[in-house]
């Protein structure tokens, strides 16, 4: 009896189309990724689920072929040689019109953007908050929506579906609550940087471009913006071409040390405009043009949350001191704080410029952080914390913000982090946390010169003078902290290119190329196989001469031949 019904039904959807059927072309509508289409039961007048489509489909509809069932009205599509049906509800004549759900709940925190081709910010939609659906961009497809236009209160922004969910209770919980929230609750917060637990540790969608490949080992070389560095690009790529090295680091944006004149300078930061050099996008544009023709991998670096500059344009997005009102000055500069959105939004379009207009593989981000040693003073000061976040939440959100808006104009995304931030057990003061970090952003890189680690750090003795040492340590600690993130970064590390500082030890050693070899032997050796970038703030060329033998080896390969990958 089973089998003769299922022959019924399917004899009666494979009815051919009657002379007189009249055919329009509908698109598929629903309120979630896909819909249902059905088979009818001509014995049972009955329709039955048979197929899902993914919406935004494009159908061929027998407007004059319908059926109520129930109440609701279907009508018949083509569907190959066969017949189904479809609540006509589903079928829309405009394409514009597939998007049928009128809510949507947050997932993940996220910036609301009311202007997309600046990447401004109007707003931050919270976990599990309701927002209405007025718009979207496109769908993919999978029939997710890219971009929703929503409207929160008074404000009318575009938020990325992914963030989103259409169950609010959904919505509501963290990525599996069972794995990851008991590791994340016991970390401390000693120094005010922020509840680890209050960031977000969904897996994040990990891109690869096409037409832009990241290295598998980046060996990377730094470059300032002097004349006498980027100005002398051929003599770095005849002496990188002696050796591994596969990436270059350039900056375009340091603390009152501006690039070239960008637009975005111009619009968002005069001083930083007037103080950039005046012939020098030429200059970039010549060396990241010389470099691509060489196959390296150009990676542009931005300084952001130190910027005087900036504050000196935009005193009112400074931190500041609560009896005066006036900027706050640390370490001989004034911080932007990192929780106001301005700040974002014009390290963010710099890099978008930098990317379209000379052709940047990724943009690597520093100081993407609060200011350090703040305790004794953190009470004198405000940060205008507009939306009430913690500081390990503001720095992560900077980084799904940041990596969103770039990755739209096909480059990559690396953080810089202190290498405290690998420590176990407690969120940072100055609000790194590596986990959520790492958990979003393409590439994270940690800063841990060995002179920066005091005297016996992690049982070493003078670890300055012992580089190999001091890595792998640091390196094993990484590696924990990257197994408790979902979607790790790839781990690229800023090794010392410099020798010892003679404030920390005047007889520490000299960083050649034994010394520089021990640092990335360090980090293999722990398993961080990403690849490092040189930190030599003056790039000086004769130094990176006498380094050349560090930088002749493949660690990767040496890497895989030993663990028998």
């Known amino acids: 009896m089973k089998r003769l019904l299922t022959l019924i039904c399917i004899a009666s959807a494979a009815i051919a189309c009657n002379s007189d059927d009249i055919l329009e072309t509908r698109y598929l509508a629903s309120d979630r990724h896909t819909a249902l289409l059905y088979s009818y039961n001509s014995e049972a007048d009955s329709l039955f689920v048979s197929d899902t489509l993914t919406r935004g489909a494009e159908l061929t509809a027998i407007v004059n072929r319908t059926k109520k069932i129930e109440g609701l009205q279907y009508m018949a599509v083509k569907y190959g040689k066969e017949r189904r049906y479809i609540p ?67 404000v009318e922004g575009y938020i990325f579906g992914k963030y989103t969910l259409f169950d609010k209770e959904e919505a509501k919980q963290n990525y599996k609550a069972e794995v990851y929230d008991a590791v994340h609750k016991a970390v401390k917060n000693p120094f005010g940087g922020g509840e680890a637990i209050g960031c977000d540790f969904y897996p994040s969608e990990r891109v690869v471009f ?20 980027i100005g002398n690009i051929e003599s770095y790529i005849a002496l990188a071409k002696q050796s591994k090295i596969n990436t270059f680091v350039i900056d375009i944006k340091d603390n009152e040390c501006p690039g070239y004149k960008a637009e975005a300078m111009k619009i968002y930061s005069p001083t930083n405009y007037a103080r950039a050099g005046a012939n020098k996008e030429a200059m970039y544009a010549k060396a990241v043009k010389r470099l691509h023709e060489e196959g390296f991998y150009v990676v542009g670096r931005i300084t952001c949350f130190k910027d005087s500059y900036f504050v000196k344009d935009h005193p009112e997005v400074a931190i500041t001191e609560k009896a005066t009102g006036k900027p706050f000055k640390h370490n001989k500069a004034y911080w932007p704080s990192a929780y106001d959105r301005k700040v974002w939004q014009f390290n963010v379009e ?17 100081y993407v952080r609060f200011p350090d040693r703040m305790t004794k003073v953190e009470q004198l000061i405000d940060y205008h914390n507009r939306y009430n976040e913690s500081k390990v939440q503001a720095i992560q959100r900077f980084v799904q913000y940041a990596c969103d808006e770039i990755h739209a104009v096909g480059a990559y995304v690396s953080i810089d982090v202190f290498g405290e931030a690998a420590n176990p057990g407690y969120t940072t003061a100055y ?26 750090y992690y049982g070493i003795k003078k670890p300055w003078n012992h580089p190999y040492e001091i890595l792998k340590a640091w390196g094993e600690r990484v590696q924990a902290r990257q197994q408790v993130t979902p979607t790790p970064a790839v781990v690229r590390t800023w090794v010392q290119a410099y020798n010892v500082m003679r404030h920390v030890d005047r007889n520490g050693i000299a960083y050649n190329a034994e010394n520089v070899e021990k640092e990335i032997r360090g980090l293999y050796d722990a398993g961080l196989t990403g690849g490092y970038t040189t930190w030599l703030s003056s790039s000086n060329i004769e130094k990176y001469k006498e380094q050349l033998g560090a930088f002749q080896i493949d660690y990767l390969k040496e890497w895989k031949e030993k663990n028998q990958l």
Request: with cysteine; charged share 20%; aromatic share 10%.
């Open 350 to 366: 710099l890099a978008k410029e930098a990317v379209r207009k000379f052709g940047f593989n990724e943009i690597n981000f520093d």
């Open 431 to 456: 609000g790194q946390y590596w986990p959520a970090i790492s958990n979003i952003a393409d590439a994270i890189c940690g800063m841990p010169y060995p002179d920066h680690f005091s005297n016996g």
């Open 88 to 154: 006509t509800a589903n079928l829309v004549s405009n394409y514009r019109d597939v998007v049928k759900e009128s809510k949507i709940y947050v997932r993940t925190p996220a910036s609301i953007i009311t202007d997309c081709n600046t990447s401004k910010i109007g707003g931050l939609a919270k976990k599990a908050e309701a927002l209405e659906v007025i718009g979207y961009d496109t769908i993919d497809i999978r029939g997710a929506v890219y971009k929703y236009k929503v409207r929160q209160g008074s």
């Open 210 to 229: 096409a037409n832009n490949k990241m290295p598998e080992a980046c060996y990377s070389l730094y470059l300032n913006i002097s004349p006498k560095v």
